[in-house]
């Protein structure tokens, strides 16, 4: 009998099998808390994300090149809720993957796409927003319903390219034990990972934010400087009020972006990264909760979300032609 050596009260992911991996032992209460708080997690962004798909897709006034936008968002965070926050946490609870070392690498595949996808939406938006906000008169031209849509479906095909690429080199060959579900890769997938997921992204993202934040702050000036000459007060104070909405909405993307994505980037350059690991598992997770954050900062804070969400729940609304 295998491990006959063993600690009689070891659990084992597979007790049959001599190379399974250590299970870790939890209480029952323990088991309960878990499972509840990543189920509501889980219920929680694919919730959130299907009102922002639903409200986009059904109401035609809603079909702009920023909502499109949002949209492919909404979807790779509802697809992250569903399909990644589940199996991701039974493999957290149960410290085991029982699904098979093929179902390992879709598994691998499928996180990656997401996360990548997700972030590249978010780069998208910061893009759109920079030509409506700096270049509106090209806005109309230069943005368009065609060409937003086949760049959002080039990105859903390079990010697939991408992730299945990287899961193809892994070497799965360095498993410990059975039962185990890794994403170890080499240091220059690594590096490559930090500078395409990470670092590139963020630059674009804050460069062009601010660069938003700072034209809205000189169109301000401008129109208080009217506003001292007796013209337009009313126009004066909106706009007051726009530039206050601009600043906190830039401090949350920011602030959102950085908090969950820059100590997971770190600690993937320290020289050996596991998931099974209690702090990369943390690192991870905060990726999955930035799913569930991002149409609150994306979606609510627009009225037209509030708006559409009031007639989805009020279904003798919603189902009428008008």
């Known amino acids: 009998?295998?491990?006959?050596?063993?600690?009689?009260?070891?659990?084992?992911?597979?007790?049959?099998?001599?190379?399974?991996?250590?299970?870790?032992?939890?209480?029952?209460?323990?088991?309960?808390?878990?499972?509840?708080?990543?189920?509501?997690?889980?219920?929680?962004?694919?919730?959130?994300?299907l009102l922002v798909i639903i409200s986009i897709s059904h109401f035609k006034k809603l079909h702009t090149p920023t909502n499109m936008l949002?949209?492919?968002?909404?979807?790779?965070?509802?697809?992250?809720?569903?399909?990644?926050t589940p199996l991701e946490a039974i493999r957290f609870i149960e410290t085991c993957w029982y699904f098979g070392d093929?179902?390992?690498?879709?598994?691998?595949?499928?996180?990656?796409?997401?996360l990548n996808t997700s972030l590249s939406n978010l780069v998208l938006i910061a893009v759109d927003r920079y030509v409506a906000v700096c270049h509106p008169l090209l806005y109309p031209q230069k943005?368009?319903?065609?060409?937003?849509?086949?760049?959002?479906?080039?990105?859903?095909?390079?990010?697939?390219?991408?992730n299945i690429s990287i899961v193809i080199t892994t070497s799965q060959s360095k498993y410990t034990c059975y039962g185990e579900c890794t994403?170890?890769?080499?240091?220059?997938?690594?590096?490559?990972?930090?500078?395409?997921?990470?670092?590139?992204?963020?630059?674009?993202?804050?460069?062009?934010?601010?660069?938003i934040f700072y034209v809205a702050?000189?169109?301000?000036?401008?129109?208080?400087?009217?506003?001292?000459?007796?013209?337009?007060?009313?126009?004066?104070?909106?706009?007051?009020?726009?530039?206050?909405?601009?600043?906190l909405t830039l401090g949350i993307?920011?602030?959102?972006?950085?908090?969950?994505?820059i100590p997971f980037f770190i600690l993937s350059l320290t020289p050996i990264t596991s998931m099974t690991s209690a702090i990369a598992y943390f690192m991870l997770w905060m990726l999955y909760i930035n799913s569930g954050v991002n149409p609150l900062i994306y979606a609510i804070f627009y009225p037209w979300f509030r708006t559409s969400v009031k007639h989805i729940l009020n279904l003798s609304k919603i189902c009428k032609p008008a």
């Open 253 to 261: 993307i920011v602030t959102v972006y950085l908090f969950c994505w």
């Open 143 to 162: 943005i368009t319903m065609t060409r937003t849509i086949i760049i959002i479906c080039v990105s859903w095909f390079c990010s697939s390219a991408y």
């Open 70 to 84: 949002i949209l492919s968002l909404a979807v790779a965070d509802l697809l992250v809720g569903l399909i990644v």
């Open 217 to 247: 702050h000189h169109q301000v000036k401008v129109i208080n400087s009217l506003m001292r000459s007796g013209k337009h007060l009313t126009e004066g104070s909106v706009r007051r009020k726009s530039e206050s909405k601009a600043a």
């Open 1 to 49: 009998m295998a491990y006959e050596t063993e600690d009689p009260e070891t659990q084992y992911c597979f007790p049959d099998i001599n190379s399974s991996c250590i299970k870790t032992k939890r209480s029952t209460h323990e088991y309960n808390i878990m499972y509840v708080f990543f189920s509501l997690l889980s219920v929680w962004t694919v919730f959130l994300n």
């Open 183 to 211: 994403f170890m890769v080499i240091f220059v997938w690594k590096i490559i990972e930090m500078i395409l997921s990470f670092l590139f992204p963020c630059t674009v993202i804050i460069t062009l934010y601010l660069r």
């Open 102 to 114: 093929t179902m390992c690498r879709l598994f691998l595949i499928i996180m990656g796409l997401l």
